[in-house]
Structures are given as structure tokens and as C-alpha cells.
């Protein structure tokens, strides 16, 4: 008998609206739902300001938690100046995994033109890979469950529990 690990995750969701309670946070809700879905449990869940400071500091607690593996942050993907969630992340990964916010851009665009304006992340800190996903409610549910397959591969692979072929 063989016993899968238990995979963890985080959603953090920037947003200056949701973290003042001007907004409901629909992006963080429907990423839970569709991660129902998975291999993942999730672990916690946060709302902050567009600020980085304090989205690094919460980013670097989530990172080294050994609990957590995947690290879903909503939001703060765009070109405003207060959207600096891939800023943190970069500044926080050591390793880079650009392929799957190319494949959302893409997948995106032919629903929002402007998708490929998203400068989403993804990357690797010490056991944890981190996904920064835009902060629509439609680009979400566009792209996270195809994605979900690639994602659990993708940790089990960074946390040594992968065995056998690649799925395709």
C-alpha cells in the first residue's frame, strides 16, 4: 500500500480593494474551488495590499513553512504601478519556470487581447513553486484547471515524491 504525500497550498490574493473590504475577492474563492479538484489541501489563505514589503514578508513566511508546496497569488499582474506581485516574486525565487505564464498569456488571448500585457511569474524557493495568476475571476477559471495536471507535476517533481513517466 502506497501513500501519497499530502501536497499544501497557499492563496495570496493583492488587491488594495479586497485587502479594504471595498471588493469581495472572487479571484481567491473560485482559485480554491477549482483547486478542490486536485491532489492540493488547502493550507491558508490572505488578503494584502498591493504593497510589497508586506507581500514579500508574507511570501517568505509561506516559503519557508515545509508544510506548504504551491503558492497561488491572485492579482497585482499588470502594468500599474501598484501591481508588484511579480516583483516580489522574482526578487524571492531561485529558480525561474517561465513556461507556464507564456502558456496563459497565450491561452488567455483569444478571450483578452490585453492578456499578454500580464507580467505573471513562476518559480521555485526551496520546496515551493509559486504561481502568480491574474486577478480576474474568467482569466482564472480560463487557465488554472487546465493547468492543475502540469502543477502537481511540476511539485512533485521539486519535492522528490515523483515516480515513473511524464504525463503527457
Known amino acids: 500500500m502506497t501513500h501519497e504525500k499530502i501536497l499544501y497550498y497557499s492563496i495570496v490574493t493583492s488587491s488594495d480593494r479586497c485587502f479594504a473590504g471595498d471588493m469581495h475577492d472572487k479571484s481567491g474563492e473560485l482559485i480554491e474551488k477549482i483547486m478542490n479538484d486536485s491532489k492540493f489541501k488547502l493550507h491558508s489563505k490572505v ?15 509561506f516559503f519557508e513553512d515545509e508544510k506548504i ?5 491572485t492579482g497585482g499582474t499588470g502594468l500599474a504601478k501598484r501591481d508588484v506581485i511579480p516583483n516580489v516574486t522574482e ?3 531561485e529558480i525561474d519556470v517561465p513556461g507556464i505564464p ?4 497565450v491561452n488567455n488571448y483569444n478571450l483578452n487581447k490585453m492578456s499578454i500585457l500580464s507580467r505573471a511569474k513562476c518559480g521555485i524557493r526551496n520546496k515551493t513553486l509559486i504561481l502568480n495568476l491574474p486577478g480576474s475571476p474568467a482569466s482564472i477559471d480560463e487557465n488554472l484547471g487546465n493547468l ?13 515524491s515523483h515516480v515513473g513517466n511524464h504525463p503527457k
Do not use: W, Y
Open 91 to 93: 526578487k524571492l525565487i
Open 69 to 73: 508546496n504551491l503558492i497561488l497569488t
Open 148 to 160: 492543475i495536471s502540469t502543477i502537481e507535476h511540476a511539485v512533485e517533481i521539486i519535492i522528490g
Open 47 to 61: 488578503i494584502l495590499p498591493d504593497e510589497f514589503s508586506i507581500l514579500e514578508t508574507q511570501l517568505i513566511e
Open 102 to 105: 507564456e502558456v496563459m498569456r
